[in-house]
């Protein structure tokens, strides 16, 4: 690693390096130094000598870009050229301000997964419409009390939002704070596992799906942890790993495992839960987060980070549900997806490497508060029909018509009105014949998960996208918190949020 000062890198930002994090120094802290870590090409700021309020700021560019991935070079849409794009990083808070500059040729947007920051203006604005060309400035503030977690970025301008991804727009953003200072999960190594898969033809473009994929959900053959095929992360004989892991794909679900080794959950979507949780695998839908210990406990060598076979209801879809689950009929190839999966596919690879004293778990992490009485509770309906009527893609999934309430999303349309500070519960149903699997995403306010299917939850934890499987009913408990506007929820596959999965919350002060 090789440290800069802040002339250094600030003439560096000016540089050809524009594949790099242009992040500055905070304006507050002329003094502050930035690293530069060569090997993951990403830039992050001391974090040693805070002072508040700090201002911090980057450069992001929208830009098409040629990447090598895996054994070929790929045709992508990148953020500063990389794929990943560059990780950010704040704390509770830091006002941030983000230089957004598309140079793609078509509209796009940011959407800042999972933080708790406005829906309105300058900050967490799905609706903006930045053209082709122009450069806007994304600014606000996190609040103090904002929780330490894992949260990405990527676009969100309606109808594109699915292919934008597909192309490879994506990137990290880190919220540091009191989980991170937790003596045992500050000894662990810490590794990003930003789960992306792409497809990608002879000539290294990325193909357009056809129209079963788009009902189905685009997936790509070619999975990617950190833009890379089956990287090596180490672990020391003794030591503590904290992954975190992103599902950043359009469609993919990730259900992960680890030879060998069980994985101590210390978070999820938004944040720490209270205590750790040993778990054989962690299932990750579109948007999902978790943040998982392992320890280095087994003889030296090296294990596999599995994403096994799941089956996310896509035979449903045939009007055959009966069939679901059937090995026989999961030959369907690569449109299918992780359906077709039969056997483990490799993420990554966890190598033992040195040794130290043993490092222990964390007994506890942090208190997650518990939520009062909702004041309203609310019915939300997932659903698909066939026929076109008011489809926002004109057919292009199959004719299938993608639902929340019965309907398709409309810009004009307020779906749901809140009042702030007030605690809602949401009953949200994956229903109809044709049913699959829909993860549920809620914009700027995190919710607990209190039931599914009736049953209650095992561990409180706050989320901002659950999934909801095919014919299932799950319970959410959410407090509307500090920002009045509208914004969206929306199914979390995003060639279903782009057919019209989606709907429009008004939070009132
Ligand atoms: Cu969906």
């Known amino acids: 690693m090789r440290r800069l000062n802040r ?33 993951s090409s990403t ?52 006002a941030v301000r983000i230089r957004f500059t598309n140079r793609l040729s078509e509209p796009t947007n940011l959407h800042y997964h999972g933080l ?55 990137g990290i953003f880190v919220v540091r704070g009191d989980l991170d200072e937790i003596p045992e999960v500050k000894a662990a190594q810490e590794e990003f596992v930003f789960l992306k898969d792409f497809e990608i033809d002879p000539n290294g473009q990325v193909p357009n799906p ?79 987060r978790a943040e998982v210990l392992v320890q280095g406990n087994q003889p030296a060598g090296e294990y596999r980070l599995l994403n096994l076979p799941y089956d996310r209801g896509m035979m449903g879809m045939m009007g055959q549900g009966s069939m679901r689950g059937m090995g026989s009929m999961r030959g369907m190839g690569r449109m299918s997806g992780n359906a077709s999966q039969t056997t483990p596919q490799v993420l990554a690879t966890i190598q033992y ?75 949200i149903v994956n229903t109809g014949p044709m049913a699959m699997d829909h993860p549920f995403h809620l914009h700027i306010n995190s919710f607990q998960v209190i039931s599914r299917n009736g049953q209650p939850e095992p561990y409180v934890a706050w989320k901002d996208t659950v999934l909801v499987r095919a014919n299932e009913t799950v319970r959410i408990r959410v407090p509307f918190r500090n920002y009045a506007g509208k914004t969206v929820y929306h199914c979390h596959i995003f060639d279903h949020e782009d057919q019209g999965m989606m709907a429009t919350i008004a939070m009132q002060a």
């Open 116 to 170: 708790h920051i406005p829906p309105t203006g300058t900050a967490d604005n799905v609706y903006l419409n930045i053209g082709s060309g122009q450069t806007f400035d994304y600014e606000f503030t996190l609040p103090t009390d904002h929780p330490a977690g894992t949260f990405f970025y990527h676009p969100h301008f309606h109808g594109r939002v699915a292919d934008q991804v597909f192309r490879g727009l994506g």
């Open 353 to 427: 490497s040195g040794s130290t004293a043993p490092l222990p778990l964390p007994q506890q992490l942090l208190p997650v508060a518990e939520l009062p009485q909702p004041a309203t509770s609310r019915r939300i309906e997932l659903s698909m029909g066939m026929g076109g009527m008011g489809m926002g893609r004109s057919g292009m999934g199959m004719g299938m018509a993608f639902l929340l309430d019965g309907k398709s999303y409309d810009h004009d349309r307020v779906d749901a009105t809140v009042q702030l500070d007030t605690v809602e519960e949401w009953e």
């Open 210 to 288: 056809n129209p079963m994929q788009i009902m189905q959900g685009r997936e790509g053959s070619l999975v990617t942890v950190n833009g890379k095929e089956n990287p090596i992360f180490s672990l020391q004989t003794g030591g503590l790993l904290r992954l975190r892991m992103i599902n950043a794909s359009t469609s993919r679900f990730y259900r992960l495992a680890l030879e060998n080794h069980p994985l101590h959950l210390i978070a999820t979507d938004a944040g720490a839960i209270a205590a750790p949780v040993e778990l054989q695998e962690i299932l990750l839908s579109p948007g999902e």
């Open 43 to 94: 830039l992050s700021r001391e974090l040693s000598n805070v002072r508040s309020p700090r201002i911090v700021k980057f450069d992001l560019e929208a830009q098409p870009s040629s990447v090598t991935l895996g054994d070929r070079t790929a045709n992508l849409f990148t953020y500063n050229g990389q794929v990943p794009g560059p990780q950010l990083e704040a704390r509770p808070g830091d």
């Open 7 to 39: 002339r250094q890198f600030l003439t560096l930002t000016t540089s050809s390096a524009a594949t790099l994090l242009l992040a500055r120094c905070a304006e507050s802290q002329p003094q502050a130094q930035a690293n530069f870590n060569a090997e």
